[in-house]
C-alpha cells in the first residue's frame, strides 16, 4: 500500500519527524480556509506516484483567491493513472539546503538498505545512474537495526558531517517505519535543513507491505481507502480478487500469478491487447471465477474474455461447469475462450463445448482464438 | 540422481493436522516421500496420517532423525517455523505458505546466516519434487515424470505447464524446484542451476523466470562462465506495465529495472536460447 504524501508525513510525525505545517482539502473552499489559517502555501495533487510538480500538480499559493483557484485546478486532474482525489495545502520552508533520506528493500542483498545523500531534492534514480558516490548507504541489521557509530559512518560517506547530530536522530525516527509500520520503502526528498537549523521533511512517500495488512489494521482502516484509483481495481478489492487493470480490451483470467501473466504476453503476441491481470490462485472455484468475471465485465471496453486455467489437482471438468455457471448467472453477450487443463480435461473441454464456449488445448491457441473473435489483430 | 531431495530425504512436514498440510502430506506420501512425522504445537503424542506428531520441530528430528520439512503454517507463523527448523538441525528447508511480510523473511534471511546447512526454498513457493522419489510441496506428481531435464521457476502454475510438456513430451525430469514469487526469498536461481550443474543426471535445464528483481540476470552471468547443460529459459511479464504487482509480491518492475526484456537479454548474451511461449521449449530443447 502507497501512502499518498500527507498520510506518509502523518506516520513520520507519529515517529517524531519534523514536518511543516498543513491541512488537507478536499474542494476550493477548504483550500481557501487552509490559506486563512496557514498563510501562503504550497497546494499539492495527492497522488501515489511521483512526476507531480511536471504534471502541473503543484502550485504556489500567495492569496486566498489563489489557493482557491489552484486547488479548482487540481482536484480531479489526472497524473499518471490516477485522479486527483483532493490536495495538501502546505506552508513553504526557510530552505538552507536539501538532503536526500530513505529506505528500501535491496532484494540482491535481501536486506533493507538505508540511503543517505547531500544531493536532495532531485531524482535519486538518475542520481544512483549519474553519480552513484553521490549516495551514502548502509544494511541494517534486521534485528537490532541501525546503531550510533554505523549512522554516524553513513552521515559522514555523505559528506554531512556537519549536521550529524540532528540527522542521526532523524534516521533513528526514520527506521522506526520499518519494526512499526512494515514499512517497505520511506523516502524524506528534500529534507529540508531550515535556516534555523532544523530538519524537516519537505515530501515524504511511504509504502506499506501489502502482507502486513493482519498487523497493520490501524494503517490499513485509516489510509487504505482515500485512494480513488481504478475503479475495477477498487471493486476487485472488495471481492479479494488479485487485480491490474491494463489498457486492452480483452479480459484475463488465469489461476496463478506466473501462468497469468505469461496468458497476457501471448495475447499480445496474438495481436490482441489485454484489458487486465486477474489471478484466481490454485483451485479456480466457481465462486471466485464468477468474481473475477464480473469485475471484468463491469468494463465497457472489454469485447471478449479468455480465461486460462492450468489444474494439477484441481478437476477439468468442475472448473467448465464453474465457468458455465458464471457466464449464465451473469449473462455474459461477448466471446469467451476457456483453456483448460487438468485431471479429466477432457470432459470439461466436451463440456464447454456443449455450452457454446470454445476450448483452447494450449494457452498460445486460445489466446490466438480469442484475439480472433474479438477482431482485434492479425493471427499468426 | 537428483538435487536436493530424493526417496531417502526424512521428511517432517510443520503444520501437518492443518487442511492444506494434511492433504499434501497424503500426496507426498504418495509420491513415495519418505514422511517420518510432523509438527503441531499442543498435538504431541497423536499420531496423524499414519505418522507420530509433535509439539516442536526439535522433538521431531529427536526422535526420526528427520533433515527435510514442508511448511505448512499460515503466514503469521511461518517465519518463526522457518528460524525454527533451521535451529533444530533440518537442512532442507521448503516453505510452501504465500503472504509472509518480507521484513519478516529479511530477518528470516539473516537468522538462517547462523545456519549455512541450512538451505531454504521459498516462501510462496510450490516446493520440489524428485520425480517417481520424492516431493516436498504442492508440485502436482501426475504431471511429472523421471529424467534428466531440471526445471527451476519462480512461478507454480507455469512450472505446471512446462512440466506436462516435458512429460508429454517423454522428457523426463531430474528434480523440479519451484523457488517462489517473494522479493526476498531462500534459494536463487544461480543457487539451484550450481546445484544442477553438479548434479550427473541433470543434462538438460530450463529457467522459468518473471519481472522483478535481478535474480534471472545473475543466473545468466553464471552461465555465460560456461555450463555443461542445455539450457532454455522463460520470462513472463512482457507486457506488465512499470510500478504495479502482478500477482506476486515480488513480480514488480521498478523503474527500469526487472523488466522481462533485461533478464531476456541477459540468456541471450550467455548463449541461453530464450523460448518466446512455453510450447516452444520442449523443440528447444532436443
Known amino acids: 500500500m502507497k501512502l499518498l504524501e500527507y498520510q506518509a508525513k502523518e506516520v513520520l510525525a507519529s515517529l517524531g519527524i519534523a514536518i511543516p505545517p498543513g491541512a488537507v482539502a478536499r474542494s476550493p473552499d477548504e483550500a481557501a480556509g487552509a490559506f486563512r489559517r496557514l498563510g501562503p502555501v504550497a497546494v499539492k495533487a495527492q497522488v501515489p506516484v511521483g512526476g507531480r510538480g511536471k504534471a502541473g500538480g503543484i502550485k504556489l499559493a500567495r492569496s486566498e483567491e489563489e489557493a482557491r483557484r489552484a486547488a479548482e485546478q487540481i482536484i480531479g486532474m489526472h497524473i499518471k493513472d490516477f485522479k486527483v482525489p483532493l490536495v495538501y495545502c502546505e506552508s513553504a520552508l526557510d530552505i538552507a539546503r536539501e538532503i536526500y533520506v530513505g529506505f528500501t528493500v535491496d532484494r540482491d542483498a535481501r536486506a533493507n538498505v538505508l540511503l543517505l545523500s547531500a544531493r536532495g531534492g532531485m531524482d535519486i534514480e538518475q542520481v544512483a545512474e549519474e553519480s552513484p558516490e553521490a549516495i551514502a548507504r548502509l544494511h541494517p541489521n534486521p534485528w537490532r537495526g541501525p546503531l550510533d557509530f554505523e549512522l554516524t559512518q553513513l552521515v559522514y560517506d555523505a559528506d554531512l558531517g556537519d549536521i550529524a547530530r540532528p540527522l542521526i536522530a532523524l534516521i533513528k525516527k526514520l527506521y522506526r517505519a520499518i519494526p512499526d509500520c512494515d514499512a517497505l520503502t520511506a523516502e524524506i526528498n528534500p529534507l529540508v535543513v531550515t535556516k534555523g537549523g532544523e530538519v ?111 489444474g494439477g489437482i484441481t478437476r477439468g471438468d468442475e472448473v467448465a461447469k464453474g465457468v458455465i455457471t458464471a457466464r449464465d448467472n451473469l449473462n455474459m453477450k461477448v466471446p469467451l475462450v476457456v483453456r483448460l487443463s487438468g485431471t479429466h480435461e477432457e470432459e470439461g473441454r466436451e463440456i464447454l463445448k456443449e455450452h457454446g464456449i470454445e476450448p483452447g488445448v494450449s494457452g498460445w491457441e486460445a489466446a490466438k482464438k480469442i484475439v480472433e473473435l474479438t477482431g482485434a489483430g492479425v493471427s499468426r | 540422481m537428483s538435487i536436493l531431495l530424493d526417496g531417502e530425504t526424512k521428511v517432517i512436514v510443520q503444520g501437518i493436522t492443518g487442511r492444506e498440510g494434511g492433504f499434501h502430506t497424503e500426496q507426498m506420501q504418495e509420491v513415495g516421500t519418505k514422511v517420518v512425522g510432523g509438527t503441531s504445537p499442543g498435538k504431541g503424542g497423536a499420531t496423524h496420517l499414519g505418522v507420530p506428531v509433535f509439539n516442536t520441530v526439535a522433538d521431531a528430528v529427536e526422535a526420526t532423525g528427520a533433515n527435510a520439512s514442508g511448511i505448512f503454517v499460515p503466514a503469521p507463523f511461518a517465519a518463526d517455523a522457518i528460524m ?132 534471472e540476470e545473475r543466473a545468466a552471468e553464471l552461465l555465460a562462465r560456461g555450463s555443461r547443460l542445455k539450457a532454455v529459459a522463460f520470462i513472463s511479464g512482457r507486457t506488465a506495465p512499470e510500478g504495479k504487482r502482478m500477482g506476486h509480491a515480488g513480480a514488480i518492475i521498478s523503474g527500469n529495472r526487472g523488466t522481462a526484456k533485461s533478464k531476456e537479454e541477459a540468456f541471450r548474451r550467455a548463449g541461453v536460447e530464450v523460448a518466446e511461449t512455453t510450447d516452444e521449449i520442449v523443440g528447444m530443447l532436443r
Not at chain 1, 505469461?262 to 464468477?290: H, M, W, Y
Not at chain 2, 537442512?91 to 503472504?99: D, H, S
Not at chain 2, 504442492?138 to 519462480?154: A, C, E, F
Request: net charge negative; aromatic share 4%.
Open chain 1, 200 to 310: 524537516v521533511a519537505g515530501d515524504a512517500k511511504l509504502e506499506v507491505d501489502d502482507n502486513a495488512m493482519w498487523r497493520r489494521k490501524d494503517l490499513e482502516q485509516k489510509y487504505g481507502a482515500v485512494l480513488e484509483a481504478d475503479p475495477y481495481e477498487v471493486e476487485a478489492k472488495k471481492r479479494a480478487l488479485t487485480y491490474v487493470s491494463l489498457d486492452g480490451d480483452i479480459g484475463i483470467i488465469g489461476n496463478g500469478a506466473g501462468l497469468c501473466m505469461g496468458t497476457l504476453d501471448l495475447v499480445q503476441r496474438a495481436g490482441g491487447s489485454p484489458a487486465n491481470f486477474c489471478d484466481i490462485g490454485g483451485g479456480a472455484k466457481a465462486e471466485v471465477v464468477e468474481n473475477a468475471l464480473a469485475v471484468i465485465l463491469m468494463n465497457p471496453k472489454v469485447k471478449g474474455v479468455l480465461i486460462n486455467v492450468f
Open chain 2, 84 to 215: 525454527e527448523a533451521a535451529a533444530a538441525g533440518i537442512t532442507l528447508i521448503v516453505c510452501i505458505t504465500e503472504g509472509i511480510p518480507i521484513q519478516d523473511m529479511i530477518r528470516v534471511k539473516d537468522f538462517l546466516r547462523g545456519y549455512p546447512r541450512a538451505r531454504l526454498i521459498g516462501a510462496n513457493c510450490p516446493g520440489l519434487i524428485t520425480p517417481g522419489q520424492a516431493k516436498i510441496g504442492i508440485i502436482p506428481q501426475r504431471i511429472t515424470s523421471p529424467g534428466h531435464v531440471g526445471l527451476v521457476s519462480r512461478s507454480g502454475t507455469l512450472t505446471y505447464e512446462v512440466a506436462s510438456a516435458l512429460s508429454a513430451a517423454e522428457m523426463g525430469q531430474s528434480t523440479i524446484v519451484g523457488i517462489g514469487g517473494d522479493p526476498v526469498l531462500g534459494l536463487t536461481f544461480s543457487d539451484v542451476v550450481q546445484l544442477f550443474e553438479k548434479d550427473p543426471a541433470t543434462t538438460h535445464l530450463v529457467l522459468i523466470g518473471e519481472i522483478g528483481g535481478s535474480d
